[in-house]
């Protein structure tokens, strides 16, 4: 189950975080999805809305996911996943990363960011999927990414 994605976005979703650090950045990605492969032909930078602890925690606002939604709906693309950055910390998934993930087949892809607090630059970028019908059996599982 690869996440594909073309070379300049994957350049963009990296860049995005080294923009926002030492804070944390977020998106949406858009694309197609047949169940299992991910394509991202789309990505939307959304605003972090998580001012209290915006290094450590991003938060996507509904109005932001709903106009994702309507914009793909009109491209004809679906939401396949969200990215986010996570600086000065591993691109691992945090217990809260977890906890908040609730798209089912959808990717979640975190870059971390390392620098001295004024700089960052983007180091390693993981995606995760999210498998699973409900918060009982949901479980994350390391996706490959192919870029192309
Ligand atoms: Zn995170």
């Known amino acids: 189950?690869?996440?594909?994605?073309?070379?300049?976005?994957?350049?963009?979703?990296?860049a995005h975080g080294e923009d926002t650090y030492p804070n944390e950045c977020c998106g949406i990605m858009l694309g197609a999805s047949d169940g299992e492969?991910?394509?991202?032909?789309?990505?939307?930078?959304?605003?972090?809305?998580?001012?209290?602890?915006?290094?450590?925690?991003?938060?996507?606002?509904?109005?932001?996911?709903i106009a994702a939604q309507r914009e793909g709906r009109k491209l004809g693309l679906d939401i396949v996943g969200f990215y986010h950055s996570h600086p000065d910390h591993p691109a691992q998934w945090s217990t809260t990363d977890f906890a908040e993930a609730h798209w089912f087949g959808c990717?979640?892809?975190?870059?971390?960011?390392?620098?001295?607090?004024?700089?960052?630059?983007?180091?390693?970028?993981?995606?995760?999927?999210?498998t699973g019908t409900s918060e009982d059996d949901k479980a994350i599982i390391h996706q490959p990414i192919e870029i192309v």
């Not at 189950?1 to 990296?14: A, E, F, G, S």
């Not at 996507?60 to 996911?65: C, G, H, N, T």
């Open 37 to 65: 492969n991910l394509t991202v032909s789309q990505l939307i930078r959304a605003g972090n809305t998580r001012t209290d602890s915006a290094h450590n925690r991003y938060h996507i606002a509904p109005q932001e996911l």
């Open 107 to 130: 990717a979640y892809v975190i870059t971390s960011v390392d620098g001295d607090k004024t700089t960052g630059t983007a180091q390693i970028t993981n995606s995760f999927f999210l």
């Open 1 to 14: 189950m690869p996440l594909t994605i073309p070379k300049h976005l994957y350049d963009q979703l990296r």
